[in-house]
């Protein structure tokens, strides 16, 4: 009977594989241990319901990938028809306090799935630079805002196929701040907080792909410098800034670790660092919660 039940289990796998892979759906490797509760734990992103960071939003069994929104902007559902899990990128600026998605079933209805944001105080930095750097020129002001209006189209990107791993490698090697979403007061005044991790790292340091993506965007902009936006799918990007070169053109398919450029200290950079970015549901989130730990 043994031999049985064990050619059952086998057809009942394969059957599962097949309804899974026939579906198109993304199936994350499983991190295979019987200790571990949770297929999930080792290859998502780490929760961390703070501005800043991601909740893990269980969306129950569905025969087909429930479509989630968080407002207007479409979120990343990954999982498989036993559970689907929306991952939600929680803006920096988002209040503490209840919050909650909309999960729309093939059926046509929909419904609210809540969370909380818990408050997370983020240490200030307080820094004294040349006025000229905090107040901008007419021009320069002119510049920045240009910018920042195409980079927000530019990264409201949400692409198939959606990201097949999760876990990120870490772009260069190096010291690693702890620097995000440290709140930023230059000269007394309150400035956007730090959206990104700084790595430490020579100029012409090599710079690798975190995850496999598609070249969203290059560009050399006032503050960022010379930047690469890579596009991971469903929602999810990376960002690296303050380059010394550019290798890659818009369009271009990087897988993991794969160059991209190189470390440098253009635009508004103190000293030669890699500031890396990464955004969900155009949220910058913290990079860590996607290394491993
Ligand atoms: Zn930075």
Known sequence: ?????????????????????????????????????????????????????????????????????????PLLVVGDVIDWTALVGVALAAEPGPASITVQTPDGAQRQVAYSVAAKRYSEQQLRVSPRSVDLSPEDLARHERERAQQQVVTASFSQPLPAALRMQVPVPGRRSSSFGLRRVFNGQARSPHSGMDIAAATGTPIAAPLPGR???????????????????????????????????????????????????????????????????????????????
């Open 1 to 73: 009977m043994g031999s049985l039940v064990s050619a059952e289990q086998v057809l009942r796998l394969n059957r599962r594989a097949a309804l899974l892979g026939g579906l198109g759906l993304l199936v994350l490797p499983n991190t295979g241990t019987a200790a571990t509760p949770s297929h999930s734990s080792g290859v998502w992103p780490r929760q961390l319901q703070v501005p800043g960071g991601i909740a893990r939003l269980s969306l129950g069994p569905a025969a087909v990938r429930p479509v989630a929104h968080a407002g207007e902007v």
């Open 215 to 293: 070249v969203l965007d290059t560009g050399d902009y006032f503050f960022n410098g010379q930047t690469v936006w890579l596009d991971h799918g469903g929602g999810l990007l990376s960002m690296v800034c303050h380059l010394s070169a550019i290798d890659v053109q818009v369009g271009d398919m990087l897988a993991t670790g794969q160059r991209l450029g190189a470390v440098g200290a253009t635009g508004r950079a103190t000293g030669p660092h890699l500031h890396w970015g990464v955004m969900l549901n155009r949220a910058m989130v913290d990079p860590a919660l996607f290394l491993a730990a």
